[in-house]
């Protein structure tokens, strides 16, 4: 593996730790989510449906009415820190980054940027197509959206199906951007950008 390619994917897992921890500080702040009373009683009743489980009726409790309920509950009652959570990554991955010369932390701290084609300049909707492809916010959305359009057993089976897609997108990228000579992931060729060493002329032409 190449430079570039292990200080992007160190970068990577930086950005999405420091993400995950920034969500996870935002989700316990009750104001931010109004039904957060709701979730918590819903939060017991997994827990208690978790105690239970074993090796035998792993299946059985996976596939009953009771486990899909809980589950479309935890979900809708959290849709505001799902909203959130786009915000977050948007504001981060796609504001930030343009502001910070086209780095995020991860990206600063390896000395590694975002640019176009021929090194040249990203525009603002490049950057946004890029990080939308990247870190699945399309597929959020549509799970999002798929708690209000369905009962529980829709949603359970919508939402299996919208994590299956996107975690293969997920293994895919990392893929390309393993076995790729230039690193670009599905992201990077949709989006025409790449990553490269920073550079004071990169990105201002």
């Known amino acids: 593996m190449n430079n ?3 200080r992007r ?6 950005d999405y730790l420091f993400v995950f921890l920034l969500l ?8 931010l989510n109004p039904s957060y009373e709701e979730y918590a009683e819903s939060y017991v009743r997994y827990e208690e449906m978790m105690d239970d489980l074993t090796v035998d009726n792993a299946v059985e409790i996976a596939k009953s009415q009771e486990y899909m309920q809980v589950n479309y509950d935890l979900s809708r009652y959290s849709v505001s820190i799902s909203i959130i959570s786009l915000v977050v990554y948007l504001a981060y991955f796609v504001g930030f980054q343009k502001w910070n010369n086209n780095q995020t932390l991860g990206k600063k701290l390896f000395n590694i940027q975002v640019v176009g084609n021929e090194n040249k300049k990203v525009g ?3 950057l946004l197509w890029r990080e939308v492809v990247l870190y699945n916010l399309i597929w959020e959305v549509l ?5 209000w359009v369905f ?4 949603y ?11 975690g293969a997108i997920i293994w895919v990228n990392i893929f390309f951007v393993v076995i790729r000579n230039d690193s670009r992931g599905i992201h990077d060729l949709l989006a025409k950008t790449k990553v490269v060493e920073r550079d004071e002329d990169n990105g201002n032409r």
């Not at 919508?158 to 994590?163: D, G, N, P, V």
């Open 24 to 31: 996870t500080m935002l989700s316990q702040i009750r104001v």
């Open 9 to 14: 994917i160190s970068a990577y897992l930086i």
């Open 156 to 166: 359970m089976y919508a939402s299996s199906l919208l994590t299956f897609i996107a």
């Open 124 to 126: 603002w909707l490049q």
């Open 151 to 154: 009962n529980y057993e829709g």
């Open 143 to 147: 799970a999002i959206v798929s708690i």
């Open 4 to 6: 570039i390619k292990f």
